[in-house]
């Protein structure tokens, strides 16, 4: 019995002494092999040049107004000639005449609406599915930040709410509807003959993209002398603007072109040619990268170039910006992103002799999976990689790449 203990307690400290050798090792080589790990993410690197420059357009201003103005058009939008860009009230009492004209028709024709409709369940239920529709749209134009529809909006709810409450509210007959709407024409009339002459309208001269800012550069810089400006003048040019009276309604871009003037260094202008395209990326409230006509490069100055550049897409959204800074943007790669530290080199032996491959070392279940990459461009601290490989041996964007660790080797545990 004593022999058979001596043995049980003699094996179990063989295993004690192996496991601990085992823990101590892992521990040592843990220790001795560190290793960190960031994710591979895609990246785009461009070659690019700032400009800090002017949005130059054909525009026309419209005429001062004496009185009240209310914009009938919305920034951006298209008015063709003759249209009604705003109206102008000769005094608050005729403004409020106006609202009240309007808030009067929009009655009437909410009481014809419902006098025209029979009380029918279905009737019922898509009145209701439409005043649903309409609240939705308005919480939508709230959240999204499209403050120019908004009164519009406001006026679909109203409108669907009445239409609801006229044709199944207060058991109103079709008589007393038609009746209730004779009335407020009559009033309706009264009004507009009272205030006939407090009202005018501002008719827009020629066609146009309407705009509500005035900036005193519109006389300044036009197509014509931006194509004659030198990096001098585009300096002297700052600060030239002067902000324009509240009676001014706005102005109407009347060209589909829009064009950019910047003064570059003259290396930086070498790199263009006139006729060609170049992708200008702006930034703040127009996020576009878009594509551009140069135009025109001046003459050297100073070691500047003045480049005039063009576009006839997003005019519309172009309607606010005058001084702007962009970059041009002469070439971009799109690859992985790298830390330098991460890239390695795999020797391995072959029939030819040693060869070597360029990659990075990825945890693949546990293991050290090696995936060649060839370098597209180099940053301060990354590198910006294409793989080389397909299928499951591809590097990939996500896969989780170590970037220290002492070593290392294709299928290593870890």
């Known amino acids: 019995m004593k022999t058979s203990n001596s043995l049980a307690t003699l094996v179990m400290l063989v295993i004690s002494a192996m496991l601990a050798l085992y823990l101590g090792y892992y521990a040592w080589n843990t220790f001795q092999n560190p290793f960190s790990t960031t994710l591979a993410y895609q990246f785009t690197v461009s070659d690019s040049a700032p400009a800090d420059g002017y949005l130059v357009r054909e525009e026309v201003v419209l005429p001062g107004q004496s009185g009240i103005l209310d914009l009938s058009r919305s920034e951006g939008e298209k008015v063709g000639a003759g249209q009604a860009v705003a109206r102008v009230y000769r005094n608050t009492q005729a403004q409020e005449d106006f609202s009240e004209i309007q808030r009067l028709q929009l009655e009437i024709e909410l009481l014809e609406y419902a006098a025209s409709q029979g009380v029918e369940y279905l009737s019922a239920a898509k009145l209701d599915e439409e005043i649903i529709k309409s609240m939705a749209q308005l919480r939508a134009c709230t959240a999204g930040g499209g403050y120019a529809q908004l009164d519009r909006r406001v006026m679909e709810v109203k409108s669907s709410v009445l239409k609801r409450e006229y044709t199944f509210g207060d058991d109103l007959s079709a008589d007393d509807l038609t009746d209730r709407a004779a009335m407020l024409t009559a009033q309706v009339q009264r009004l507009r003959t009272q205030s006939s002459n407090t009202v005018s309208r501002v008719l ?186 397909s299928g499951k041996t591809a590097l990939r964007a996500g896969d989780q790449v170590i970037v220290n660790a002492v070593g290392l080797y294709p299928n290593m545990p870890l």
């Open 204 to 389: 827009a001269p020629q066609a146009g993209v309407f705009s509500s800012r005035v900036d005193g550069y519109e006389s300044i810089l036009t197509p014509d002398t931006a194509l004659s400006l030198t990096p001098s003048a585009l300096d002297r040019l700052d600060g030239q603007g002067s902000p324009v009276s509240d009676s001014v309604p706005g102005k109407l871009i009347t060209s589909n072109t829009w064009y950019f003037v910047t003064a570059l260094p003259l290396d930086t202008a070498q790199r263009l040619s006139e006729g060609r395209s170049a992708t200008l990326r702006f930034s703040g409230e127009f996020s576009q990268d878009v594509s551009m006509r140069v135009e025109h490069i001046g003459s050297e100055e100073n070691g500047r170039c003045a480049v005039v550049f063009s576009s006839d897409r997003y005019l519309n959204q172009t309607t606010l910006l005058r001084q702007q800074t962009a970059e041009i943007i002469f070439k971009s790669r799109t690859g992985l992103r790298v830390p330098k530290a991460a890239l390695r080199m795999w020797t391995y032996e072959t029939e030819e002799g040693p060869n070597e491959q360029m990659g990075v070392y990825v945890i693949t279940g546990g293991r050290a999976e090696f995936k060649q990459v060839e370098i597209l461009m180099a940053g301060s601290d990354f590198y910006v990689v294409h793989t080389v490989a």
